[in-house]
């Protein structure tokens, strides 16, 4: 892979208070040899030998994807061929941006290589399909401040536009989520980060860290941090931090906010719009993309009964999606859509009794799919 064409990362993104001002620190070449040191032969790397070009994609709102990683069922190595073509497909569905390495991405089973790996896949199967303005978020947490920052660097060195970033969460008896320590962490990262910070606020996977909106609006102010993913589901913390970052505005844009409040679940779409947020960042919408977008468009056209009739039929597929986890929205698609495979072990291959019962949970959410 020849290196990317843009040696500088600072002022290449354009969200924020003050955020073009903003200059990281820090920024080295990828080489090939990083992409593969880990992966050996079974990774392809001629795929990937085009250079990745850095160019601003603005964060707007709408639906973003945090995709599923797709493995051979044989070998569990990384499959590029159906992350490709799963990209292109909800590229072609209308979604607005995509996220690797999010909660569905089976993040915490790949090594640092086999994210770039994914997240270069993404983008060369974007550009190449004519959908080189979407932006792609990275899942870039870890339980060090160092490892975070490296990999920040890692997902900008592979195409990523943004990081998706948890708190750390190992030793969170030690700190509270609003505590100093959090703070200093998102700070740092940001501080380092080439590429624009969102914070992904999911207690469920964070040992049940669960970020104040006091908090969130404070690290709000930093240059380089552009939005959260609210997996928590307080609709009222979306409110207040969608109300307070817009007030911090200089001149709020409802088409390109500074700073994008995101519902981190489907089954909250219009009740986050209601509340000021500005979309979702949703595993949902790996299988049913166009009735997220559709639902949230209706929302938008005023037509409210309308959003609500489809927003229960979404909210229902979710609770199957919430159940089943990254386990069962793979069987979802594996059963409705006919490719998935399975996770990466050690989670478990669902029985045949798992998958009919996943298929049924969602059938309602494809019928409405397939009609659309
Ligand atoms: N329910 C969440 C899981 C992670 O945030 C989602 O839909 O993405």
């Given at each position: 892979?020849?290196?990317?064409n843009d040696s500088?990362?600072?002022?290449?993104?354009?969200?924020g208070?003050?955020?073009?001002?903003?200059?990281?620190?820090g920024s080295?070449?990828?080489?090939?040899e990083?992409?593969?040191?880990?992966?050996?032969s079974?990774?392809?790397?001629?795929?990937?030998?085009?250079?990745?070009?850095?160019?601003?994609?603005?964060?707007?709102p709408?639906v973003?994807v945090?995709?599923?990683?797709?493995f051979?069922?044989?070998t569990?190595?990384?499959d590029?061929?159906?992350?490709a073509?799963?990209a292109?497909?909800?590229?072609r569905?209308?979604?607005t941006?995509l996220?690797?390495?999010?909660?569905?991405?089976e993040?915490?089973?790949l090594?640092?290589?086999?994210?770039?790996?994914?997240?270069?896949?993404?983008r060369?199967?974007l550009?190449?399909?004519g959908?080189?303005?979407?932006p792609i978020?990275?899942?870039?947490?870890?339980?060090?401040t160092r490892e975070?920052?490296?990999?920040c660097?890692q997902?900008w060195?592979a195409?990523?536009?943004?990081a998706l970033?948890l708190?750390?969460?190992?030793?969170?008896?030690?700190?509270?989520?609003?505590?100093?320590?959090?703070?200093?962490?998102f700070n740092a990262?940001?501080?380092?980060?080439?590429?624009?910070i969102?914070?992904y606020?999911?207690?469920?996977?964070v040992?049940?860290m669960?970020?104040?909106?006091d908090i969130?609006?404070?690290?709000?102010?930093?240059p380089?941090?552009?939005g959260v993913k609210?997996?928590c589901g307080?609709?009222?913390?979306l409110?207040r931090?969608?109300?307070?970052?817009?007030?911090?505005a200089k001149?709020?844009?409802p088409?390109?906010p500074d700073f994008?409040v995101?519902?981190?679940?489907?089954?909250?779409?219009i009740?986050?719009?209601?509340?000021?947020?500005?979309?979702?960042?949703?595993g949902?919408?790996n299988?049913?993309?166009k009735?997220?977008?559709?639902t949230?468009e209706?929302?938008?056209?005023?037509?409210h009964?309308?959003?609500?009739?489809m927003?229960e039929i979404?909210?229902?597929g979710?609770?199957t999606a919430?159940?089943?986890?990254?386990?069962?929205?793979k069987a979802?698609l594996e059963?409705?859509?006919?490719?998935?495979?399975?996770?990466?072990s050690p989670?478990?291959r669902?029985t045949?009794?798992?998958?009919?019962?996943?298929k049924?949970?969602?059938?309602d959410?494809m019928?409405?799919?397939?009609?659309?």
């Open positions: 892979m020849a290196p990317h500088s990362p600072a002022g290449s993104f354009t969200n208070f003050n955020k073009m001002a903003f200059q990281p620190s080295s070449t990828l080489t090939v990083d992409l593969t040191a880990e992966l050996g079974s990774y392809d790397s001629s795929s990937l030998d085009a250079p990745i070009s850095h160019v601003k994609r603005p964060l707007i709408g973003y945090p995709t599923m990683c797709f051979e069922k044989e569990e190595d990384v590029t061929v159906t992350i073509r799963h292109v497909r909800l590229a569905a209308g979604v941006g996220a690797t390495q999010g909660s569905n991405g993040a915490v089973h090594t640092h290589s086999e994210r770039q790996v994914v997240t270069a896949t993404t060369k199967a550009n190449d399909a959908f080189s303005h979407m978020i990275v899942g870039c947490g870890a339980q060090s975070a920052i490296l990999l660097r997902a060195k195409g990523g536009d943004y970033v708190p750390p969460s190992y030793y969170a008896p030690l700190f509270a989520p609003s505590s100093q320590t959090i703070l200093e962490f990262v940001a501080d380092a980060s080439p590429i624009p969102i914070i606020n999911y207690p469920g996977a040992n049940g669960d970020m104040s909106s969130i609006v404070q690290l709000a102010q930093h380089n941090i552009v609210l997996t307080n609709t009222g913390k409110n931090v969608a109300a307070a970052t817009r007030k911090l001149k709020y844009d088409k390109n994008l995101l519902a981190g679940s489907a089954d909250f779409s009740q986050a719009l209601a509340a000021g947020g500005h979309g979702i960042l949703a949902l919408a299988i049913a993309p009735a997220c977008i559709q949230i209706l929302w938008n056209q005023g037509k009964t309308e959003a609500q009739e927003q979404v909210s229902q979710d609770w919430i159940q089943g986890g990254v386990v069962g929205v979802g059963e409705w859509a006919g490719y998935g495979g399975y996770c990466r989670l478990p669902p045949a009794e798992q998958s009919k019962n996943w049924d949970g969602f059938k959410l019928m409405l799919e397939k009609s659309l």
